[in-house]
T-cell receptor, first 111, second 113 residues
Framework: QKEVEQNSGPLSVPEGAIASLNCTYS??????FFWYRQYSGKSPELIMS????GDKEDGRFTAQLNKASQYVSLLIRDSQPSDSATYLC???????????FGKGTSLLVTP | NAGVMQNPRHLVRRRGQEARLRCSPM?????VYWYRQLPEEGLKFMVY????????ESGMPKERFSAEFPKEGPSILRIQQVVRGDSAAYFC???????????FGEGSWLTVV
């Protein structure tokens, strides 16, 4: 079974700090990786996508991918209280159509 | 450019009734996906459709659930004879192609009483 694992949290960080969110996946055929943010009662919102090993930066967000270790992470610099949400890791294999989601990590940024 | 539109946003059904959830993809998108999110659970893939075709329904329960995406009109997720365990948020997403990024609608929250 294709699994995507995340620590459920909550992960609590003070405002201005770096939040580090981690995700592991079991299917070595996975080729596309996504981070979504979901506020309570709302729909998932795409933050980052990453396809190649290494780092990808977009504003305060950096996605990191290590296919050998089957590991993808999201760093949020200068965390703000508005970043408090659940962060969903999603993985897609080339042969499939669907995104497989982890259960999400709850992030709380305290003022 | 309107996003993915879902309706109704909230739906209450009694056990045994039918629920119909509608989804209009983003303009220019011909690929539709339905996901279900149970309380305290992650998003689970249900079905992937293109116009008039079901491409992958591997995540759909074998009974009571069906989906369609007709040539004209929105995609419909239909749940017959609902049970309390069907209470969940149902999210529709769309993409331009099968390899493209998918964008989610606001969701339909089904409550079965």
């Amino acid at each position: 079974q294709k699994e995507v694992e995340q620590n459920s949290g909550p992960l609590s960080v003070p405002e201005g700090a770096i939040a580090s969110l981690n995700c592991t996946y079991s299917d070595r055929g996975s080729q596309s990786f996504f981070w979504y943010r979901q506020y309570s009662g709302k729909s998932p919102e795409l933050i980052m996508s990453i396809y190649s090993n290494g780092d990808k930066e977009d504003g305060r967000f950096t996605a990191q991918l290590n296919k050998a270790s089957q590991y993808v992470s999201l760093l949020i610099r200068d965390s703000q209280p508005s970043d408090s949400a659940t962060y969903l890791c999603a993985v897609k294999v080339n042969s499939g159509y669907a995104l497989n989601f982890g259960k999400g990590t709850s992030l709380l940024v305290t003022p | 450019n309107a996003g993915v539109m879902q309706n109704p946003r909230h739906l209450v059904r009694r056990r045994g009734q039918e629920a119909r959830l509608r989804c209009s993809p983003m303009k220019g998108h011909s690929h539709v996906y339905w996901y279900r999110q149970l309380p305290e659970e992650g998003l689970k893939f249900m079905v992937y459709l293109q116009k008039e075709n079901i491409i992958d329904e591997s995540g759909m329960p074998k009974e009571r659930f069906s989906a369609e995406f007709p040539k004209e009109g929105p995609s419909i997720l239909r749940i017959q004879q609902v049970v309390r365990g069907d209470s969940a948020a149902y999210f529709c997403a769309s993409s331009e192609g099968s390899g493209n990024t998918i964008y989610f609608g606001e969701g339909s929250w089904l409550t079965v009483v």
